[in-house]
């Protein structure tokens, strides 16, 4: 069980799109010059999967060997966890729901719209 990327985004409820606020990614488990590509591809991920998923769901989706767990609350703001297979859904969605909690509790969501990764 390993978790590899665990992401905070805000979906923009006009548009749809969504942006990383904040960002944690273990790639240790990779060669040094395949960190930046898979890195790309985890946060390309997240983006897309926060963007087709509706306000007030969770789902998780395959993608190659990895396993997507998003939820986007009714405020949109959303985190993906990406994990191995091997991961528990139910741990991954609590986890989730910690995320936010602590995010929302530290961050004021009159900033959301602004923040930009860093």
């Known amino acids: 069980m390993k978790i590899f990327s665990l992401l905070v985004l805000y979906k923009a409820s ?6 990383i606020l904040k960002s944690a990614h273990d ?17 390309f991920t997240a983006k897309i999967i926060t ?8 789902s998780s989706v395959k993608e190659q ?3 997507a767990h ?7 703001l959303a985190a993906v966890l990406i994990s191995d297979e091997e991961y528990p859904k ?13 995010f929302s509790k530290s961050v004021p969501s009159q900033q959301w719209p602004l923040l930009n990764e860093k």
């Open 14 to 19: 006009d548009a749809g799109q969504a942006k």
């Open 70 to 76: 998003v939820f986007v609350r009714s405020d949109n």
């Open 65 to 67: 060997e990895y396993l």
């Open 51 to 58: 963007e087709r998923t509706t306000q007030g769901a969770r």
């Open 90 to 102: 139910r741990v991954a969605h609590t986890l989730l729901n910690k995320v936010l909690e602590e």
């Open 27 to 43: 790639l240790s488990s990779f060669g040094f010059f395949q960190r930046s590509s898979v890195e790309e591809f985890l946060k």
